[in-house]
């Protein structure tokens, strides 16, 4: 009887304590102009979606950056059809009623880009502007309040996705289109060297994925690709498979697929610490249309209950430690 009551509860609830906390930030919905958006949702493997006290954003955005460091939230750049946007803020955690205090803008203005943290600096990566690709990285230093330009990417890219290895050491540049067209590419920069190493093709050509680490693994999933079987074989379509890369061996390998096929999207990573399990969490994105679910990955794929505030695609997410917000489950 307990087996059956616990086993009630698991299918009910979250089964994850004690993790990190996504917040979702922005994007784009339906309407004749793809609306972007200005709302703040958060997310944990224990509450699932829940209601907060962060105020929404600045400015609508889709296509920007955001990024999390000692207390703040950052959020920088976005699309926007007639000027470039260099503008940067943060958000006080710790004191969210004081609302987006902005920062010294980005050097370039940016949309599609990756905005990441390591070793307590900020790099914009790449993306493009409204005439053309950007190729290059700039570092903002919190402590200074200043950007300054860095190394160039090795080549032409668009719709990347980019994550930092859990030891900060390096950076992992994955998909979007190559100079050569291609979408497998698979990069690393080392943050002391700065320094470009060519890994390992992915087994799938894949732009706009959504990508992640968790321990020695870069995980990457969906985005748009050619299916390569079934009644849609050879055509272009937002793809459900998840393969991982393991940089102890640099290997490829399969991951079980999401559920459902996604472009646009963005993923997070957490450790399930009671059962030391990986929990990752996909949420919205785009086929045929903008989605407003959510996905959760532990031994499978399984929907979240509760859906996204609207259907939406382009969104940033910041990964941030338990207790910085309160869990209103």
Not at 48 to 66: E, R, T
Not at 83 to 91: G, R, V, W
Not at 123 to 143: R, T
């Amino acid at each position: 009887m307990l087996l059956l009551i616990l086993s009630l509860v698991t299918l009910i609830f979250p089964i994850s304590t004690r993790a990190g906390v996504t917040i979702i930030l922005g994007g784009k919905t339906d309407g004749l102009f793809q609306t972007a958006l200005d709302t703040v949702e958060i997310y944990s493997p224990s509450c699932g979606l829940f209601d907060s006290n962060l105020p929404p954003l600045p400015i609508a955005k889709h296509s920007f950056g955001a990024t999390y460091l000692k207390r703040f939230v950052y959020i920088c750049g976005g699309y926007n059809p007639v000027d470039e946007m260099k503008d940067c803020f943060k958000l006080d955690l710790a004191k969210p009623t004081e609302g987006w205090i902005q920062i010294a803008p980005m050097l370039s203005g940016r949309y599609n880009f990756a905005l990441v943290t390591a070793n307590g600096l900020i790099y914009a990566v790449g993306g493009q502007d409204l005439n053309s690709e950007v190729n290059d990285i700039e570092i903002y230093n919190p402590k200074l309040d200043m950007w300054t330009q860095s190394v160039q990417l090795n080549s032409y890219r668009i719709g990347f996705c980019a994550a930092v290895s859990q030891n900060q050491e390096e950076l992992y540049i994955v998909g979007g289109i190559d100079k050569n067209g291609e979408k497998k590419r698979l990069e690393s920069l080392n943050f002391e060297t700065m320094e470009w190493t060519r890994l390992g093709d992915m087994y799938t050509e894949r732009s706009d994925c959504a990508c992640t680490t968790f321990k020695d693994d870069l995980i990457v999933a969906g985005g748009w690709g050619i299916e390569d079987q079934g009644p849609l074989a050879g055509k272009i379509v937002a793809l459900k498979s998840v393969e991982f890369y393991n940089a102890d061996h640099g290997v490829w390998a399969d991951h079980p697929p999401m559920k459902h096929r996604r472009a646009e999207f963005s993923m997070d990573s957490t450790l399930n610490h009671d059962y030391n399990l990986k929990h990752l969490s996909a949420f919205g994105g785009y086929k045929s249309g903008h989605l407003d679910s959510v996905e959760m990955f532990e031994d499978e794929w399984m929907y979240l209950g509760r859906h996204l505030q609207e259907p939406k695609s382009k969104v940033a997410i910041v990964s941030i430690p338990s207790g910085l917000i309160k869990e209103n489950c």
